[in-house]
């Protein structure tokens, strides 16, 4: 226990770590109140409280996004998460983590997922139910620019619209193959598709994170 946590305090911080540890996102101030069976007030006060004793970081927009931070000399354990942006709109030329369509975040395990920069891009449509990626589907992603034959992959075509494909590079063209009998492959010149990453996991709600 920290030295300086009362009891409530404490309560409201292991609370806090277990939510984000099993449903991979992070409570809201009425998740929050009602599980510990407080006021949102209450919420609000214990959190700028554990905010100046640095053991949360409150940023953006009326601080909605929030870090666990982990003591010093502390392993992570089960806790150990990071925060994605999932992106809204794939906006050609600019890396990932300098887009500014952002349509919110979610909380990873950063055991699992290790690289830097990751993003998430929210998948429509069923072609890549075969892959067990649903519509719907939060698709994990680690920036790149460069696929392999067989990646599954986040593609902007005609730098407009973004799909997540099976990838396959051909002596005259590229193939983005679906994962759906249902749909056919997709033929495109070199100069048509832009591989903006490579999916590494599937988030489907709050207890399901599985890595690909």
Known sequence: MHPSLTPKQKQMLDYLRDYVADTGV???????????????????????????????RRQGRYQRAVHLITPPGRAGGRHRWKEVPVIGRITAGLPMYAQQEWDGSIVIDAGIYKGSNLFALRV???????AGILNGDLAICEPRQYAENGDIIVALIHQEAATVKRFFIRPDHILLQPE???????????????????????????????GL
Do not use: C, W
């Open 124 to 130: 429509s449509g069923d072609s890549m139910i075969n």
């Open 180 to 210: 759906n009998p249902a749909y056919p492959p997709m033929q495109y010149g070199f100069d048509e598709v832009m591989v903006q990453g490579k999916v590494i996991g599937i988030h489907r709600g709050p207890d399901v994170m599985e």
């Open 26 to 56: 992070f409570p809201s101030l009425r998740q929050a109140a009602g599980d510990l069976g407080v006021s949102h007030t209450a919420v609000a006060q214990m959190l700028k409280v554990l905010e100046k004793k640095e053991l949360i």
